[in-house]
């Protein structure tokens, strides 16, 4: 079993940044994909972006150019650095771990944009 626990979400004004973290338990972090998904009220869980274990990265196209994700094999930790923040990038955002037969998800934390 695979713990993820996500921290770093918050308030912020439109403009401003936050930067996400995922820590989780386990040696298999170093081989899995990690991904940052949002869930927003009244809508259904999306992708927010990826990497993979060679650092390979994807991202939704909401938010390309605005977020950075990046990984610390060595901590076991993944980020989400978020930029240039709207409204609608508020959600709760959630952590995932991917390998195949494997599929771990963090508690998820709060991010509001909101003047």
């Known amino acids: 079993q695979v713990q993820l626990v996500e921290s770093g979400g918050g308030l912020v004004q439109p403009g401003g940044s936050l930067r996400l973290s995922c820590a989780a338990s386990g040696s298999i972090f170093r081989l899995a994909v990690m991904g940052w998904y949002r869930q927003a009220p009244g809508k259904q869980r999306e992708l927010v972006a990826t990497?993979?274990?060679?650092?390979?990265?994807n991202y939704a196209d909401s938010v390309k150019g605005r977020f950075t994700i990046s990984r610390d094999n060595a901590k076991y930790t993944v980020y989400l650095q978020m930029n240039s923040l709207k409204p609608e990038d508020t959600a709760v955002y959630y952590c995932?771990?991917?390998?195949?037969?494997?599929?771990?998800w963090g508690q998820g934390t709060q991010v509001t944009v909101s003047s």
């Open positions: 995932n771990l991917y390998l195949p037969g494997v599929n771990y």
């Open positions: 990497i993979t274990s060679r650092d390979s990265t």
